[in-house]
């Protein structure tokens, strides 16, 4: 499979899974909350630092994100979004060439963030939000429509579906629809089914049998495994303990047809990555 996304200025090839490392610079993400963010401010050298550690060990994409939606997160300003993110982006753009994601559902956190070269628009909310189709748009950018019930603080609260894999079909083609109706073509859609998002663990591992049902007009899948809860429903592991968990489950996305997987453990992860699509030519 070949295909290009455009990503601003620069193209993600998909001939091969590509690895987008996670960079969050809040106070309080689940995993890596308040690493990148001290004293009240984004630590613009620690940013760096770790963006030039993730583009040594094969990250393609770099992830930024100024506000946390685990559940119970502190809500965060339009402003202090704003600083957090176009903080970030501005200083990977200065050093770095690379394609950079920013993980927002603001409109004005998209529209600047893609001014400064940004190359895609991360949206767990799947740009649902009053401006945020129009800012997509404008953008010219790449979108990624995430699948939510409910919101961040309320998502978790007894999640249920009348038939999963066909609840989120259902809402990619009304959401891809609407994206190309505000003048997203397709060729910038890519889809993540939101692993961990208004589902049970039996949700995500049924989710993770059947992703590659989890299709709309054969578009692009990204997936968000790493270090998350439905790991501790098989093994008891704090969140710094799931490394290995979370390589089989990237490993097992890929073997079942997403083609961008969003991680912390960059290193770990491209090295698996490489090994599956090495066997992957071979069984060709």
């Known amino acids: 499979?070949?295909?290009?996304?455009?990503?601003?200025?620069?193209?993600?090839?998909?001939?091969?899974?590509?690895?987008?490392?996670i960079?969050?610079?809040?106070?309080?993400?689940?995993s890596?909350?308040?690493?990148?963010?001290?004293?009240?401010?984004?630590?613009?050298d620690a940013v760096l630092r770790r963006a030039e550690e993730m583009l040594r060990d094969g990250a393609d994409?770099?992830?930024?994100?100024?506000?946390s939606t685990r559940p119970g997160a502190e809500q965060v300003s339009e402003a202090e979004e704003l600083d957090r993110v176009t903080?970030?982006?501005?200083?990977?753009?200065?050093?770095?060439?690379?394609?950079?994601?920013?993980?927002?559902?603001?409109?004005?956190?998209?529209?600047?963030?893609?001014?400064?070269?940004?190359?895609?628009?991360?949206?767990v909310r799947g740009f649902s939000r009053e401006g945020a189709l129009e800012a997509a748009a404008d953008s010219g950018l790449a979108v990624c429509v995430m699948h939510m019930q409910g919101q961040p603080d309320t998502m978790q609260v007894n999640p249920d579906y009348v038939d999963l894999i066909a609840d989120i079909n259902e809402f990619f083609e009304e959401r891809v629809r609407t994206l190309s109706l505000a003048g997203v073509s397709l060729d910038r859609i890519i889809l993540d089914p939101g692993f961990g998002f208004g589902k049970t663990a039996e949700h995500n591992f049924r989710m993770l049998a059947r992703l590659n049902e989890l299709v709309y007009q054969d578009l692009p899948v990204l997936v968000g495994l790493s270090r998350k809860s439905m790991i501790t429903s098989v093994l008891e592991r704090s969140i710094e303990d799931r490394l290995f968990a979370s390589l089989a489950l990237a490993t097992m996305a890929v073997e079942r047809g997403a083609r961008i997987v969003r991680v912390h453990d960059v290193r770990a992860t491209a090295d698996a990555l490489a090994m599956w699509h090495r066997m992957s030519q071979s069984d060709t």
């Open 1 to 21: 499979m070949t295909r290009l996304v455009p990503c601003g200025a620069r193209m993600l090839d998909l001939s091969r899974p590509r690895v987008m490392g």
């Open 87 to 123: 903080g970030a982006v501005k200083a990977i753009v200065e050093r770095f060439d690379t394609i950079i994601s920013v993980d927002s559902s603001n409109p004005t956190v998209m529209t600047e963030s893609a001014r400064l070269g940004a190359g895609l628009l991360n949206d």
């Open 23 to 30: 960079l969050n610079v809040t106070p309080d993400s689940f």
């Open 61 to 67: 994409i770099l992830d930024v994100g100024g506000e």
């Open 32 to 44: 890596d909350g308040g690493q990148l963010y001290r004293n009240q401010r984004v630590d613009v």
